[in-house]
């Protein structure tokens, strides 16, 4: 059982950047494709960014495409999300995911979930 700790959240001016990560608890992290959803306030909890077990593989929303790159340290059982060019439709709480077998682009497929993190954009 995967135990995923979020970090990295903030309030960021339109235009700045912030880089969360995601620890990632046991020695199994390599085997977990990962990844990041969020959740705007009245809105569903929506895919953002996933990268398979090597990092050799990415997807994206294409709402972040060419802004936000997800990476991964497996040596250090962590993910991350750069975000740039940030914009106030960015403002939702982030979680991290973790799912096996697949690379979940949507929330009925993430096995794990982060307990979130905020991330406020201001115009």
């Known amino acids: 059982q995967a135990q995923l700790v979020e970090s990295g959240g903030g309030l960021v001016q339109a235009g700045g950047s912030l880089r969360l990560s995601c620890a990632a608890s046991?020695?199994?992290?390599?085997?977990?494709?990962m990844g990041w959803f969020r959740q705007a306030p009245g809105k569903e909890r929506e895919f953002v960014a996933t990268?398979?077990?090597?990092?050799?593989?990415?997807n994206y929303a294409d709402s972040v495409k060419g802004r936000f790159t997800i990476s991964r340290d497996n040596a250090k059982n962590t993910v991350y999300l750069q975000m740039n060019s940030l914009k106030p439709e960015d403002t939702a709480v982030y979680y991290c995911?973790?799912?096996?077998?697949?690379?979940?682009?949507?929330?009925?497929?993430?096995?794990?979930w982060g307990q979130g993190t905020q991330v406020t954009v201001s115009s």
């Open positions: 995911a973790a799912s096996i077998g697949v690379l979940a682009t949507s929330k009925g497929r993430v096995d794990y």
């Open positions: 990268i398979s077990p090597s990092g050799g593989r990415t």
């Open positions: 046991g020695r199994t992290f390599s085997i977990y494709a």
